[in-house]
């Protein structure tokens, strides 16, 4: 069953035409991974989705409500978080506090303490240096809090927009290993990623997107044997 469908998706910079009609479908339990160069329009669908990027035309229903012009705290309440492009962590707060801050609509009651713990326990670095200023973590350890903090939320649908970009090639296997994990215990993927080799190897389905339109899906195994997408992507 469809968890998130996006149907039509119109956007527009000004007079730029970022996303010309985009359609997909993610299913409840799937990893589903969006493909594509830079500028393809990859992020703006995540954020136009997420209600931070306005669409001129089309719709989007996330586990079955309308969403398309509801408010971004509003759409985050009903189970979806985003994991954004750079991390963006508060580089202020602790560790702990940015966690925090992803339940900030949830009560802190025995099951957010439990949920702090079980960020720790996915996380052991994030635990070791909870009281740390977020600032000044590395990038790979950022990339970890941005995770945990989007986790506090209790999504359905967790949206991660380049979570490999700018890590070494070790924590870049570390972060696709924690995804399939987050899978596995039942949290639905949208995955943003240009390392197309590693997401389309952990993805049920994908889709490529080329200036602002689709225009090639298929399992995670097609696209890898697409000669097509091996040109564009894969190095060969």
Not at 141 to 168: C, F, I, N, V
Not at 193 to 202: C, F, P, R, T, Y
Request: glycine share 10%; charged share 25%.
């Amino acid at each position: 069953m469809a968890l998130l469908e996006v149907k039509d998706l119109e956007v527009y910079y000004g007079v730029i035409n970022a996303l010309k009609g985009v359609s997909f479908e993610v299913n409840e339990g799937e990893i589903v991974t969006l493909i594509g160069a830079n500028g393809a329009g990859k992020t703006t669908t995540m954020q136009s989705i997420i209600g931070l990027i306005p669409a001129r035309h089309g719709t989007v229903i996330y586990d079955g409500n309308d969403i398309s012009k509801m408010p971004c705290h509003k759409i985050v309440n009903l189970g979806m978080s985003q994991v954004p492009e750079g991390r963006r962590v508060f580089q202020e707060l602790t560790v702990y506090e940015n966690l925090v801050m992803g339940a900030y609509l949830r009560k802190q009651d025995n099951e957010f303490k439990a949920d702090i713990e079980r960020i720790y326990e996915r996380f052991p670095r994030l635990a070791e240096r909870k009281n740390q200023i977020a600032g000044t973590l590395s990038g790979g350890e950022q990339q970890m809090l941005a995770m945990g903090r989007a986790l506090m939320s209790k999504p359905k649908l967790l949206m991660l927009d380049e979570p490999s970009m700018g890590l070494s090639p070790l924590l870049v296997d570390q972060v696709f290993d924690i995804i399939k994990d987050i899978n596995k215990d039942g949290t639905t993927i949208l995955l943003v990623e240009q390392n197309a080799g590693k997401s389309l190897a952990i993805s049920d389905r994908a889709y490529v997107l080329e200036t602002g339109a689709i225009v090639l899906s298929g399992t995670g195994e097609e696209l890898s044997q697409s000669e097509k997408v091996k040109e564009a992507y894969l190095g060969g």
